[in-house]
């Protein structure tokens, strides 16, 4: 429960960073090659996927300080695993479109 605004702000940065680079890559022609651009689209919709459970944590993290407890007594460990496996599976694609990247 203390953690939530951590993980928010940590989340953001990392879709904030995320999305620098897909911006860069958009910018660079010679890398608009079907293998990269299928990766790209796997990381975007990794993505989009985390910025909806952090957009939940976040709603969550509003609510009353009573009804933040029963929640994280009953769910908190759900939502760590779910975020923990985001994480993974889009540090999994970005290492993907790198290797992808390296091999233009």
Do not use: W
Not at 3 to 18: A, E, F, S
Not at 91 to 100: G, I
């Amino acid at each position: 429960m203390q953690n939530v605004p951590k993980r928010l702000k940590d989340g953001k940065q990392d879709l904030d960073d995320l999305l620098d680079t897909l911006c860069l890559i958009k910018r660079e022609k010679n890398l608009h090659t079907p293998a990269v651009r299928d990766q790209v689209r796997a990381v975007y919709l990794i993505a989009v996927e985390m910025h909806e459970s952090l957009r939940k944590m976040e709603q969550g993290a509003r609510r009353s300080i009573g009804h933040q407890y029963f929640h994280a007594l009953r769910y908190s460990k759900d939502e760590d695993h779910r975020l923990g496996a985001l994480l993974h599976r889009l540090h999994a694609a970005k290492d993907e479109l790198a290797t992808r990247i390296l091999l233009v």
